[in-house]
T-cell receptor, first 117, second 116 residues
Framework: GAVVSQHPSWVICKSGTSVKIECRSL??????MFWYRQFPKQSLMLMAT?????????EQGVEKDKFLINHASLTLSTLTVTSAHPEDSSFYICSARDYGLVGNEQFFGPGTRLTVL | AQSVTQLDSQVPVFEEAPVELRCNYS??????LFWYVQYPNQGLQLLLK??????LVESINGFEAEFNKSQTSFHLRKPSVHISDTAEYFC??????????????FGQGTELSVKP
């Protein structure tokens, strides 16, 4: 149980285009999902917290107009990188929290590798 | 606010040797503690967690970690490592209370490299 999927697993796009990444909790309801960014050989940087049916809460320094997050249902959150540029190239990872579980454990998706040319 | 420090960025060891990956945290509130493992180009997998009760927690693949409140540490140990344990390991902390949002604060990561 507690499986989180991400789609696509990798994407290459031209500078200036927008890219949408989906994060799904497959076998549980996730009232809260988190989006992280990870640079090579570095830790995860939390970008935003997404609660179902409400606006995402962005961490300091993360541009909300650049990284649009939508959490329309209890099993799906999307991250759209708008007008992507090469500096947006990174590994994006989502996670989901099972509301019924004690302990704030997060279940992570496999990640999406974004390369902007 | 919480913070996590992983004292070693890289730990090279030989196969079948014991290993300890160190993790210290700071927090003004009670916390939950986690160790996650990340294999190349993959997401994170939970290795073990401390929520309450016994301060020694174990994983199914031989890792264990001990919560030490006085030293604010949660070091990860394995008595005999395998080549397949080669990965990046992240220590993380989360505040216990719902109004803290359930965020995980990660350490910088420790790259465990097991050599034959």
């Amino acid at each position: 149980g507690a499986v989180v999927s991400q789609h696509p697993s990798w994407v290459i796009c031209k500078s200036g285009t927008s890219v949408k990444i989906e994060c799904r909790s497959l076998d549980f309801q996730a009232t809260t999902m988190f989006w992280y960014r990870q640079f090579p050989k570095q830790s995860l940087m939390l970008m935003a917290t997404s609660n179902e049916g409400s606006k995402a809460t962005y961490e300091q320094g993360v541009e909300k107009d650049k990284f649009l997050i939508n959490h329309a249902s209890l099993t799906l959150s999307t991250l759209t990188v708008t007008s992507a540029h090469p500096e947006d190239s990174s590994f994006y990872i989502c996670s989901a929290r099972d509301y019924g579980l004690v302990g704030n454990e997060q279940f992570f998706g496999p990640g999406t590798r974004l390369t902007v040319l | 606010a919480q913070s996590v420090t992983q004292l070693d960025s890289q730990v090279p060891v030989f196969e079948e040797a014991p290993v300890e990956l160190r993790c210290n945290y700071s927090s003004s509130v009670s916390v939950y503690l986690f160790w996650y493992v990340q294999y190349p180009n993959q997401g994170l997998q939970l290795l073990l967690k401390y929520l309450s009760g016994s301060t020694l927690v174990e994983s199914i693949n031989g890792f264990e970690a001990e919560f030490n409140k006085s030293q604010t540490s949660f070091h990860l140990r394995k008595p005999s490592v395998h080549i397949s344990d080669t990965a990046e390991y992240f220590c993380a902390v989360s505040g216990r209370y719902y109004n803290q949002g359930g965020k995980l604060i990660f350490g910088q990561g420790t790259e465990l490299s097991v050599k034959p």
